[in-house]
């Protein structure tokens, strides 16, 4: 591999590692319950950096890929040339001497007048051998240039395919993630770049069928259903342990019936976030139900002035409430 091609490959498996830290699903060691409220795990925004990084790095590959491809173009050029020129030469010759038949040492002879003559004419055979040797042999050289030159420049357009497409799959993965959990107006990049992958809840595998409130409400006295408990769980697993509230009356949504939860940023209460920290914990909070949403049944989440539809993803909110102070969780 060449030097360049070297650097390619760096490039593309640097793009790549930032690719996988977005899409790939977390190991059962790596998915083991998590402290939101301990930090040190990369935010969407350390990996969306990284990828910015990544993508220039990529780009200046391209680059002195592209670089490359004009030198070799043109050491192309100047082969073939010396290729049609030297083709030409031979050509001449070979149609020279099926004219003039080839001169071999007897001919000499025959046509030779005295020794000096012989003699004269011998060199002169020499000369012709050794004049025709030198330009075969220029000539497979420089179509071991062209050979070598070639197989550079397709290792080269091989490498900038490979970054190209490292590249668009890093750029379409980032867009995704970030599209995903409410991009930059909701999140401002403070959310976990990876969640915990939660365990299926009643139902997913025979399409939801509709629940009763049948089981007791940890939070309230009240009740909830079989699946809004399971998720009720999860998220308590996935280590978010801050104040929440699930089953209250007073609407006709999903709190009456025990399908909904709304989960605080303080350890005690309700209160609009005004810190990174409550911002992050709500965002991460928001990431780990929807993409787990499959999962766990999710049938909305509100968050932020945002609201997020499995089948349309977000959109702003205008309901009753901000939701600045909870994250929302509505099963269907």
Known sequence: MTPLGRRCAAA????ATAVALLTAPLSPASAAPNNPDAGGNATLGDVLESTGKRYLEAKAVLDASKKKQAEITKQLDAAQADVDRLTKQVGEMASQQYRQGRLTGPSLMLGSADPTGFI???TSLNELAAHNDAKLH???EARDTIDRA???LDAEVASEQKAL????KQKKEAEKALTLVGGNVTTRGLVTATSPIAAPGPGANSGWPAESCTQDDPTTSGCLTPRTLHAYNEVKKAGFNRFVGCFRTGDIWEHPKGRACDWSLQNSGFSVWDTDDELKYGNDLMAFLVRNADR???LYVIWNQMVWFPATGWSAYSGDSTHE???HMSIV
């Not at 593309?12 to 793009?15: E, F, L, R």
């Not at 497409?165 to 668009?168: N, T």
Request: charged content about 25%; overall charge negative.
């Open 138 to 140: 220029e000539f497979l």
């Open 325 to 327: 102070d909870h994250v």
């Open 12 to 15: 593309v498996a640097a793009a």
């Open 165 to 168: 497409a490292a590249i668009d």
């Open 150 to 152: 070639k197989a550079e």
């Open 120 to 122: 004269s004419r011998m």
């Open 296 to 298: 766990l049944g999710i």
